[in-house]
């Protein structure tokens, strides 16, 4: 698994506030960071909810404006619409309630007020060279663990491309997990982002980049989210499950944000990219596929997914369990009534090749444990999940 030569650095800037109510200590947090004048981001559902209501009045007076022209997946005009607004009001310091594409906009805006110009005048990998506007992420989802992580994804429509930041400063400063919070997501969505969360534990500990801390961190992620997700999709106002949820979420996310994802969010990205099919979505259908694909590469990892799935591995082979990790994952997804292949969610038969060779130039699959160049690769496993 590791050897002798195994060197790592671990990253875990933010601080984490945990539990039901927490979002109301959302102004301590904001005095801490020594912030006067606070930006919320939410988006066009949240809005007018009673969850940002309570952080608004939480704020108090240190509340300056909100911002809610989200998308779902967020662009470059709403980033840089965002950052004229920050500077209009004189903020400070954000705070963001929401999902995903609410993250990623408040990163984008962050980086905007910190160097100027445009958004998209400053795509790349670590291209900042500070501490930017501080930042305080109080997540409704419980999946992407945007909350933790280096990266945000900002669309380009104009030019129809996806540009990438990725930098140590993106991460934010202080995450409230208030399961609370998370109560109104629906079922399909708590299913999911759920399974996103399982593809980051999962991708996480088959990178090459996997460590001994971010598989720790993976595996109590795989336990939490198949004990709790079924509940929580069962009901969503099952508060304890809502909590773990957001537990297991988080705990992928520092995992993958120091370890990286590989061929299933390779695959999920371009699926997405070109069919529109929701991140949790394809990353549900494509990870037991991938794990197939990758099994002899690291078995001896998804022998532990499958002990944390709660599999009997005694007298097992690693390659044995390694498959019952797969099979553990379709039981999971079978429950908690997920699609089970890509014809089922819009993707066409003959967009596959192209779908293959987009996922070949993503990012993603540069960490996969087996190394992939040749696009007749990810076509095999795009025609096994079809
Ligand atoms: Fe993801």
Known sequence: MYDADLNFIFRNPTKIIFGKGSASEVLQEVEALKGKKVLLITDKFLEKSEMVEKVKKALSSKFA???SDIEPDTGTHIVNKGADYAKS?????IVT???????????????????GGKIEDHSGINFLNGPITPHIVIPTTAGTGSEVTYAAVIKDHSKHRKLLYADNYIIPNVGILDPLMTLSMPANVTAGTGMDAMSHCIEAMHSQQATPITDGLALQGIRLIVEFLPQAVDNGK???ARGQMQIAANLAGVAFGNAQVGVVHALAHSVGGRFGVPHGVANSILLPYCIEYNLDAV???YKLAAQAMGVDIKGLSDEAAAHKAAEAIWTLTKRIKMPQKLREVGVKEDGLKQVAEDAISDGSIVYNAKPIFDPEETLKILKQAF
């Open 97 to 115: 309630v929401g999902g995903g594409s609410s993250i990623d906009t408040a990163k984008g805006i962050a980086i905007v007020l910190a160097l």
């Open 299 to 301: 078995a001896d990892k």
């Open 238 to 240: 099952d508060i304890k």
């Open 65 to 67: 404006g909100m911002f």
């Open 89 to 93: 009001i004189g903020a400070d310091c």
